[in-house]
T-cell receptor, first 113, second 113 residues
Framework: GNSVTQMEGPVTLSEEAFLTINCTYT??????LFWYVQYPGEGLQLLLK???ADDKGSNKGFEATYRKETTSFHLEKGSVQVSDSAVYFC???WGGGADGLTFGKGTHLIIQP | NAGVTQTPKFQVLKTGQSMTLQCAQD?????MYWYRQDPGMGLRLIYY???????DKGEVPNGYNVSRLNKREFSLRLESAAPSQTSVYFC????????????FGPGTRLLVL
């Protein structure tokens, strides 16, 4: 079946540090890949996405590249801010059925001033 | 444009009681979803409706039923609540079924005593 594995936190960084959150996946078919972010007390919201191999998604200084050869979609940001503190979810979707919608367990990111 | 709305925001139930969680979207989306979020488990799909008039089981459907009332509304019913159903429930929608971005509601926090 499909699965998403992401590093579990919490991940604690200082402001302006470089961020990488690893995400790898297993999927049949050719899924779209997503990063969602959840701020405290809120629902998830899309951060970025990529729909095919070698696509790069980017938003708010975050980037992730769809790597089919390594089945990865790592999230990066060059300089994090306190406001980036949140839980980040990697996810895949390919529409083949219920197991075509799969989320990782989430990575809690804490940025200290 | 409210997006995805959920009611109630918070509910306490006793074991054996029943309740219905309501979800509505105003984006004219075809597909809707119910997830539960538990610590360390990420999001798990309970049921989904790929289009109006259809519903299908997700990863964890036991103890739940759903109704796609119309294109806008998708409700989740707990017939006889159990403490294991204590969780945060999220409704989401997407334009179509498949590789699309999902838009999430703010969640319902449910406590079953």
């Amino acid at each position: 079946g499909n699965s998403v594995t992401q590093m579990e936190g919490p991940v604690t960084l200082s402001e302006e540090a470089f961020l990488t959150i690893n995400c790898t996946y297993t999927a049949t078919g050719y899924p779209s890949l997503f990063w969602y972010v959840q701020y405290p007390g809120e629902g998830l919201q899309l951060l970025l996405k990529a729909t095919k191999a070698d696509d790069k998604g980017s938003n708010k200084g975050f980037e992730a590249t769809y790597r089919k050869e390594t089945t990865s979609f790592h999230l990066e940001k060059g300089s994090v801010q306190v406001s980036d503190s949140a839980v980040y979810f990697c996810a895949l979707s390919w529409g083949g059925g219920a197991d075509g919608l799969t989320f990782g367990k989430g990575t809690h990111l804490i940025i200290q001033p | 444009n409210a997006g995805v709305t959920q009611t109630p925001k918070f509910q306490v139930l006793k074991t054996g009681q029943s309740m219905t969680l309501q979800c509505a979207q105003d984006m004219n989306h075809n597909s809707m979803y119910w997830y539960r979020q538990d610590p360390g488990m990420g999001l798990r799909l309970i049921y989904y409706s790929a289009s109006e008039g259809t519903t299908d089981k997700g990863e964890v459907p036991n103890g739940y039923n759903v109704s796609r009332l119309n294109k806008r509304e998708f409700s989740l019913r707990l017939e006889s609540a159990a403490p294991s159903q204590t969780s945060v429930y999220f409704c989401a929608s997407s334009e179509v079924w498949g590789k699309e971005t999902q838009y999430f509601g703010p969640g319902t926090r449910l406590l079953v005593l």
